[in-house]
């Protein structure tokens, strides 16, 4: 049941001042740095948690304004590991790692999958990227540390996913969501029975976001239980916080992170069980220690006791980023509100685009979806009965009237690792 009984059950109080011990300690190695030595000069020790909110806040903007080695507050000779964001354009954002730190890393996110179910009996195959992409390595030293025979099988190639799961009996994937929808194409394809010729217990999915609709998708073709993670590279990578069986929240380990939610737009601290930004401070980074960094992930967190026993809080599944936010004639949209909907048609296929264009000097949304030709057999007519349901039901979630376009399943793109959901055509303004 648990991986570290006295860390994971304990006493609250107990928890707060390792908190707070944690964090003097991450603000006296914090100055050391080029980037935190004048904001921090004038912090002293803190007394309480409650003045947490003295110290600045970091943003993705800070790291790439302090790249390369701004934020890092030992050695180069104790760095044993950089990885870096695929940025847009500019610096990238680039994070570094003494061997404390990857440690460290590998037994968070051994902790996190021994709490979903996972054990050292089990065959784990990781299809998640490895290289400067934190998500497969931190899953991959996770799963060894665990004592899992781990398959570092990588990205892509369905057919050779499936033969791996097949021949060595795979029993826990690390996948990304929208992949575990494709992939269950290749499966049809092959013929393949998922409960007779597969042994597939547990599929570990986050990376990107997705509705819990998706989630049970995934379940439903599988025949397995999908638990939900969820971590930032700046912080470490995955494992920062994790579902427990009872999928009520996923428990974010209070003694690597300190989590605050606030005001995306005053900044605020907000109370437990309101919806804002997740704020993260590090408790032990040797490296590269980060104070009130801003995720930009929106959810809350959740105080009340879990059944598991475990005494970390848990934060809601992240409904959205803030700069995922599209804005269409003044209405707020995010992504996932299209894709809730989506999933709950059953006749419409797995796979979408949402592009942003512009018409009369107005912005529009047009949804592409994918036909299901496994659901699906009805007529034109009844095409065009879908697409009027589905222009409905968008409407009624989003305030704004899309365009919605049928295409033949398989004509969108596939690219390999997060899904590219959002095109945006509209003209510069």
């Known amino acids: 049941m648990f991986w570290q009984k006295e860390i994971e059950t304990m006493e609250v109080s107990k928890l707060r001042k390792f908190q707070l011990d944690c964090i003097n300690k991450q603000i006296a190695l914090a100055k050391k740095s080029e980037h935190y030595k004048d904001k921090l000069s004038k912090i002293g020790e803190l007394k309480s948690l409650e003045e947490v909110t003295k110290l600045p806040f970091t943003t993705k903007q800070d790291l790439r304004d302090s790249f390369p080695y701004g934020c ?51 065959i784990f195959q990781n299809t998640m990227g490895y290289g400067l992409f934190s998500g497969g390595l931190g899953f991959h030293y996770g799963g060894e540390r665990l004592g899992m025979m781990t398959i570092p099988v990588g990205p892509g190639n369905s057919k050779r996913q499936l033969w791996f799961m097949k021949t060595f009996k795979t029993t826990v ?62 912080i470490s990578g995955p494992g920062i916080a994790f579902e427990c069986p009872y999928q009520a929240g996923l ?20 109370p437990d069980g309101q919806e804002g930004e997740l704020v993260l401070t590090t408790l032990q980074r040797q490296a590269m220690p980060l104070m009130r960094y801003r995720t930009k992930d929106l959810t809350k967190i959740i105080s009340e006791p879990c059944k598991c026993g475990r005494t970390h809080r848990r934060i809601a599944r992240i409904t ?37 264009f512009d018409h009369n000097c107005m912005d529009k949304l047009r949804v592409k979806i994918e036909i299901n030709n ?27 009237t899309p365009v919605v376009q049928f295409v033949e399943a398989g004509s969108l793109p596939v690219t390999e690792g997060k899904a590219k959901r959002v095109i945006d055509l509209r003209a510069k303004k």
């Not at 890092?72 to 003494?98: A, C, E, I, Y």
């Not at 707020?332 to 809730?340: S, T």
Request: charged content about 25%.
């Open 72 to 122: 890092l507050v030992t050695d180069l000779k104790n760095v044993v590991r950089m990885h870096s964001s695929s940025g847009t354009t500019g610096n990238p954002t680039v994070v570094f790692h003494t061997k404390e730190d990857l440690a460290n890393w590998a037994n968070i996110s051994a902790r996190s999958m021994y709490c979903a179910g996972a054990r050292d009996t089990d």
């Open 173 to 234: 994937v690390h996948i990304l969501p929208s992949y575990a929808l494709r992939l269950s194409n290749t499966v049809k394809e092959l013929g393949i029975d998922v409960k007779k010729d597969l042994y597939l217990k547990i599929f570990f999915i986050g990376a990107e976001p997705h509705s819990e609709a998706m989630r049970r998708k995934i379940e439903e073709l599988y025949g397995v239980k999908a638990y939900n993670s969820y971590g930032l590279s700046e």
């Open 251 to 270: 428990h974010i380990w209070e003694d690597y992170v300190y989590p605050e939610i606030v005001d995306p737009k005053t900044f605020e601290p907000l």
């Open 320 to 356: 959205a980023r803030t700069d995922d936010m599209m804005i269409i004639n003044g209405v707020n949209i995010f992504p996932i509100q299209i894709e809730k909907t989506i999933m709950g048609i059953p006749e419409a296929g797995k796979n979408y685009v949402i592009e942003l």
């Open 374 to 400: 496994d659901t699906f057999k009805g007529t034109l007519k009844d095409l065009e009965k879908l697409q009027d349901r589905l222009v409905s039901e968008l409407k009624q979630e989003l305030d704004v």
